[in-house]
């Protein structure tokens, strides 16, 4: 019943507002969803499996504080929208055409990377137009339906926090249902009424169920998401990498491999994540040390063994 109602409610305020897309309205869907069982397992913990022990439950407590206030803020916040004078079609054509750049969609570099035909404004590097969200993200990572929201450069380190906290939050619910039936003997090993509808710990049962499920497919996310930051790439560079020029390299021979301008050690890469740059005010690769690595990069290829990263050809 929690489940119809607030996922319903959810439902009609953004149906009622007219909330992006199709892909983000159905999203809403799975919101509500998760919003229901995230209050559902609150009740459940607070009814049957609260612990004595006052530090696990401050602790617990305090992880579903933290990640209902980082989940709102990924929700509903700006993820990095670009903001920039709108030009008519002509005055795009004009321009491109001007420095010699093909304006026609086949042509990747001017087209996908350089302008947006929806929002009529010149697009950042590494930023992407979200259908869903109708407007063009810096930095643009995925649009998560989880939360109803685009993943870019203002929300994409809460994002990771959020995921983080919600593996912990899974963690301590299995936890504590784990010592409440396990270790506290509070039923028979032989004895499936806490399995079955009906039974008296069938909510219980399919929570744990429910949190397990979520455990296995967010590490999946949490895993790919730390990768990604350690080598200083979006989840939608990773996956269209051939529609990037700024993420190839042409030898003299015109093969095209794989390069990342803006790899600088997993050290750098971490402190860069967790500054938020600005990425809707940059357009261009920065020229300086990339450009030096670039020259030589074709020596490199030559000698680097067939399995190295450097070797991974695109096309």
Known sequence: MVVILITGFNYNITKYLHLGSKTRFKSRWNQGIFISAYLLSSIVWLTQLFHENTLSSFVYVLFQFLFLGLYTQVSFN????????RLSISEIVEEHLSKGQD?????PPASITTLCLVCKIKKPIRSKHCKESGYCIGRFDHYCTWTANAVGYKNHHKFVSVVLLAILNHSCFLYYSSHYYFLQNHYE???????????????VFVL???HFLNILWQSAILFDQLRIILTNLTRNEAINVRRYPY?????PEKDIYFYNPFDRGYKENIKEFLREVNWSLV???PPKKWEEERKNLHK???KAPPTSDIQIKIY
């Open 78 to 85: 700006d993820p990095g929208r670009v903001q920039g004078p």
């Open 103 to 107: 304006i026609t969609l086949l042509d």
């Open 189 to 203: 090993l032989l004895e499936l009424e806490w399995v079955f509808p009906g039974g008296s710990h069938s909510l």
């Open 208 to 210: 744990m169920v429910f």
């Open 247 to 251: 993420l190839q390299y042409i030898t």
């Open 283 to 285: 357009f261009t690769v």
């Open 300 to 302: 490199l290829i030559q």
